[in-house]
């Protein structure tokens, strides 16, 4: 059960990540100032009420699978979990609510492209934590199979 509700949330997780940084990427590329207003705000709420509880759920099922296993690969998975969560939340939740302030603002200056650079970088970092911890759940999970 455990690991069906860590699979759950970790795909919810990486889904809400895929989507953020494909609409903020589409919008900046193809839409109007309007269209990337909407997906800034979309992206606070309700995006963050969707993905952070999924993080959470994540990583507390992550460490109650891997409770009393102390191998290279699960030591692994645990510092790229702790180095996504802290970009989340000093790098991707702030420019998150300042892109969005500044979005309804209609703020569209070199600091608000600027800043949504810097998000998707830090949001790519992210999805590449998260699929490096997936590949190696897999391998994990062969293991445990075996």
């Given at each position: 059960m455990?690991l069906k509700?860590h699979?759950t949330?970790?795909?919810l997780?990486?889904?809400?990540?895929?989507?953020f940084f494909?609409?903020?990427?589409?919008?900046e590329?193809?839409g109007?100032?309007?269209?990337?207003?909407?997906?800034k705000?979309?992206i606070?709420?309700?995006?963050?009420?969707?993905?952070?509880?999924?993080m959470?759920?994540?990583?507390?099922?992550?460490n109650?699978l891997?409770?009393?296993?102390h191998?290279k690969?699960?030591?692994?998975k645990?510092?790229?979990m702790?180095l996504?969560?802290?970009n989340g939340?000093?790098?991707l939740l702030p420019?998150?609510?300042?892109?969005?302030?500044?979005?309804?603002a209609?703020?569209?200056?070199?600091y608000f492209y600027?800043?949504?650079?810097?998000e998707?970088?830090?949001g790519?970092?992210n999805l590449?934590?998260?699929?490096?911890n997936?590949?190696?759940?897999r391998?994990l999970?062969?293991r445990?199979r075996?």
């Open positions: 455990k509700i699979l949330a970790a795909t997780a990486t889904l809400c990540i895929v989507t494909t609409a903020s990427l589409l919008s590329l193809l109007s100032l309007q269209t990337v207003a909407q997906v705000a979309s606070l709420f309700p995006g963050l009420f969707i993905l952070i509880p999924a959470a759920l994540t990583g507390i099922t992550g109650l891997t409770k009393g296993r191998n690969l699960i030591k692994q645990m510092l790229r702790k996504a969560a802290a939340l000093l790098i420019a998150a609510i300042v892109l969005n302030n500044w979005a309804q209609g703020q569209f200056d070199t600027l800043l949504q650079a810097i998707l970088t830090a790519a970092c590449y934590l998260l699929g490096q997936a590949l190696a759940g391998k999970s062969k445990g075996a």
